[in-house]
């Protein structure tokens, strides 16, 4: 049986380096192919916000390269709790 890791891309950022816009990616399951050729597909999270729907199957990571990043992109708030720059019409 081989294993994949299933990847969304949930968003972009703009790297602090060089300035670039980068591709954020979320490892959402794995994907197992039988040695019948079944492809069978475990899911762990639901990617949400700026995802496009499309998962993708890539070979896993092995201890030379990066790490890959999981989370979704942060947002910078004023008081940094993550609801300052939220706009709402809730009356309290």
Do not use: H
């Not at 039988?34 to 201890?63: L, Q, Y």
């Amino acid at each position: 049986m081989k294993r994949l890791d299933a990847i969304a891309t949930v968003g972009e950022y703009k790297d602090p380096k060089t300035g670039d816009m980068k591709k954020r990616y979320s490892k959402c399951g794995s994907v197992f192919i039988n040695d019948d050729g079944n492809i069978s597909f475990k899911m762990d999270t639901m990617p949400v916000g700026s995802w496009d729907g499309w998962i993708n199957a890539r070979e896993p990571f092995d201890g030379d390269k990066p790490a890959r990043q999981s989370s979704a992109p942060t947002r910078k708030t004023t008081k940094g709790n993550g609801f300052d720059d939220m706009e709402s019409d809730i009356p309290f």
